[in-house]
């Protein structure tokens, strides 16, 4: 879907914000014009790009040139706004058709669940949808993957829409389609350097690697373990970034809100996709941008004469996407994160998070 929608705030946040003051509030009174889906865009066929020199007597053909990835981008653009306008419609399984077409990984889960949330959307929201557009925008195509690793081709885009700052994953499927896979908004913040090398193609960066303050994939667990435990564990592994700082007091913060009606936790669900994607920076380091999920749950407290505490669910929060209950006892959310984070070589730091991006995608009452 790829729309403002859920960017501005990571929807982990706005959405639970929400509930927590319903539920204080319950606390405090103790009790384009639609002619029909029209024909896919053909998709466009990507050469490999020329061959670059990785040493004296060696070269590697990158997956493809940086126009390439630039045209990628405009067609994403175009058929993501098609696809968008068959949501707003109705036009859901049409809406969904389409976006397997541009879209893969997490970032289609989270569209796939904004396409379902647009039933509880208040007439208001409805009308904030309008077509989006990325400008000014660079590509860092990696020349090679890391050797030994079955991982498919990928290139990082910095662009921008309107007042942010948008980090994008394209990936190269196995029936040779580049999707978008993962996107992060950022606010008054510039992207890390990523180096490049005379022919401008970036170097990707093994997600196993041992030579960086901590391995690229530990980016997940470390991010998780701030927003579960408040960074006691793995999260100690990331600086105290706005991003961090704002995790690593989000349970405290519910708790505080909610007891001694209810009890909220989260817990790390498991990641269907695991993927991790890491670009070399100018200083030494890597870009690095990565999947996770966790589990929200928010558990009535027994109450003085046999009652429960309880959660009230409002008809236009996105979990009543899901669960057809005015409250419920017991919620359940579950969200689909990325993160991106620069980590410094060892010895040289902590890992700064700069970004993440949540969307609900199912809950249970």
């Known amino acids: 879907m790829n729309t403002t929608k859920r960017r501005r705030l990571p929807a982990a ?143 990082f885009a910095v662009t921008h829409e309107s007042k942010y700052t948008v980090l994008l994953v394209f990936v190269e499927g196995v029936d040779r389609v580049w999707r978008n896979a993962a996107a992060i908004w950022t606010t008054g913040a510039s992207a890390p350097s990523i180096a490049v090398d005379p022919q401008g193609y970036a170097t990707a960066v093994d997600p196993d690697t041992d030579t960086l303050a901590m391995t690229p994939n530990q980016l997940p667990q470390a991010v998780n373990d701030n927003y579960i435990t408040g960074g006691r564990g793995s999260g100690r592994q990331l600086a105290a970034t706005e991003v961090a700082k704002t995790d690593r007091t989000t349970i405290s913060g519910w708790n505080r ?66 669960v057809d209950e005015a409250s419920s006892t017991n919620l359940a959310e579950s969200y689909t994160c990325v993160d991106v984070a620069a980590i410094p070589p060892r010895g040289h730091g902590l890992t700064q998070q700069t970004g993440e991006d949540c969307e609900m995608v199912h809950a249970y009452g």
């Open 13 to 155: 946040r706005t959405v639970t914000c929400a509930a927590v003051l319903a539920v204080v509030a319950a606390a405090a009174s103790c009790g384009t014009d639609d002619k029909g889906p029209r024909p896919v865009p053909a998709i466009p066929h990507t050469s490999r790009g020329s061959c670059v020199l990785a040493g004296p007597d060696r070269c590697v053909t990158p997956p493809l040139t940086q126009a390439q990835a630039l045209a990628q981008i405009a067609r994403y653009v175009q058929v993501n706004n098609r696809a968008n306008a068959l949501a707003y419609t109705g036009h859901l399984a049409q809406a969904g058709a389409l976006n397997a077409t541009i879209e893969t990984g997490p970032l289609r889960a989270q569209s796939l669940a904004q396409y379902a949330e647009l039933k509880v959307e208040t007439a208001a929201q409805k009308k904030t949808h309008h077509p989006f557009y990325y400008v000014h925008s660079t590509v860092y195509v990696p020349s090679q993957l890391p050797p030994g690793r079955a991982q498919l081709p990928y290139f």
């Open 257 to 322: 809100a909610l007891r001694p009606y209810v009890h909220a936790e989260a817990l790390p669900d498991n990641d269907p996709y695991r993927a991790v994607w890491a670009l070399k920076l100018t200083g030494g380091g890597a870009l690095v941008i990565a999947s996770r999920m966790y589990d929200q749950h928010f558990n009535g407290i027994p109450q003085p004469g046999n009652g429960m505490g309880y959660i009230p669910i409002p008809p236009h929060s996105d979990a009543r996407t899901w």
